[in-house]
């Protein structure tokens, strides 16, 4: 029981991140399938992030821009199921990706009111993972995912785009995992390393300006970004744990360019998105402290890569971000365990732009977010 209450507080906040790089909002967290016996958990996260600026005074006028981010919350569950000393199974139901950003103001008289990114997502992801020995185990499966988003182009800074809006219904579609893991049991040893594949969705789009339909409803290609995560953990001392990762997720790889949007955009050119994002590098390095036989506590700093400049897509007015978490664990019984924490996230400084060649639009400095989450954990 020690132990186990020890190796599982340091990734009790997986669940919690505070909007990772790109449209990131779970990690793709698998953290359970290397739990040990029967287990089913319940996580819930909420961020409350404050984004604002001020316009370049480029435009009409020159406008202070109020928060443009949404309050969001984050849910997820998995289950994992132990068939015999070698092979264990899990089931895990996560939000892998999402925007909620809304710019207050005048579309006709501010650079970027009226802009509007809405992104929903949910991921079922099926794992299966096989121990060789008490080393060695390789872990993999397939994962699907559906999307949904609702897009808005606002202000004069789109030009003739000005009320612009892309309505993608949800589609579902499949990906792969898979990875393996070195384990050494005595010192709380653990390195893993999962690939996930990317996914390619087809999204029913309607494409209007001011309401009024531009193009027949058509079919957009969206890729998910295939991505890799690294994860390790190790004693250090008698109750210490060191823990860390690394995330990469290719998001260069996510163009969202509807019929028209691309038309008028692009013209017989193609590479335009609406997007705009690069791809990023999560780091994350922590310690773990058990109590007592009930108590833990988790401290982790974050940092989350910048791009080569501060210019931006305004669906995303931010430029990394670094961060800092708490985290504790009750160990109610042998069966019911509880952990919470709370983290607060510094945004990078960013410049959203639009138009060719890139022109930026407002400045967005001094950014944050602040997030809490809770898991209860059930082991059976």
């Not at 789109?158 to 898979?178: I, Q």
């Not at 998910?224 to 210490?240: M, R, V």
């Amino acid at each position: 029981m020690k132990k186990k209450l020890l190796a599982s507080v340091a990734f009790s906040l997986s669940a919690y991140t505070a909007q990772a790089g790109g449209l990131d909002r779970s990690g793709q967290d698998i953290g359970i399938i290397f739990e040990s016996g029967n287990l089913f958990e319940l996580s819930f996260g909420l961020v409350n992030p404050s984004l604002t600026g001020v316009e370049n005074g480029s435009t009409l006028t020159t406008n202070d821009i109020g928060n443009v981010a949404d309050n969001f919350s984050v849910l997820s569950a998995g289950l994992r199921y132990k068939i015999n000393e070698k092979l264990s199974v899990a089931l895990i139901v996560d939000e892998p990706y999402g925007s909620d950003i809304n710019y207050p103001g005048d579309s006709a008289v501010t650079a970027l009111g009226g802009t509007q990114a809405i992104v929903d997502s949910i991921a079922l992801t099926a794992l299966a993972r096989y121990k060789f020995n008490n080393n060695w185990s390789a872990h993999g499966g397939i994962r699907y995912q559906e999307i949904e988003a609702d897009v808005v182009l606002g202000g004069n800074a789109y030009g003739p785009l000005n009320g612009y809006r892309a309505e993608f219904d949800s589609e579902g579609a499949f990906g792969f995992v898979v990875g393996a893991a070195f384990e050494k049991p005595e010192i709380a040893l653990r390195v893993s390393l999962t690939y996930s594949s990317k996914i390619t969705h087809d999204l029913p789009t309607k494409e209007t300006i001011g309401g009024n339909p531009v193009a027949l409803p058509g079919v957009t290609e969206v890729v998910a970004p295939e991505s890799l995560n690294l994860e390790f953990q190790t004693g250090i001392a008698k109750d210490t744990l060191v823990f860390g990762s690394i995330r990469y997720a290719r998001y260069s790889d996510t163009i969202v360019s509807p019929a028209f949007f691309d038309s008028v955009v692009n013209g017989a050119d193609s590479g335009d998105s609406l997007t705009d994002l690069e791809d990023s590098t999560d780091i994350e390095i922590g310690f773990a402290r058990r109590f007592n036989d009930q108590w833990s506590g988790s401290i982790a700093f974050g940092y989350e890569s910048r791009g080569e400049d501060d210019l931006v897509s305004p669906l995303n007015p931010r430029n990394g971000a670094q961060y800092v978490s708490l985290g504790a664990k009750y160990q109610v019984n042998e069966q019911i365990a509880l952990s919470g924490g709370i983290r607060y996230t510094m945004l990078g400084d960013a410049q959203p732009e639009t138009g060719t060649p890139d022109t930026a639009r407002a400045n967005f400095d001094d950014n944050s977010a602040v997030s809490a989450g809770f898991k209860i954990s059930y082991s059976f």
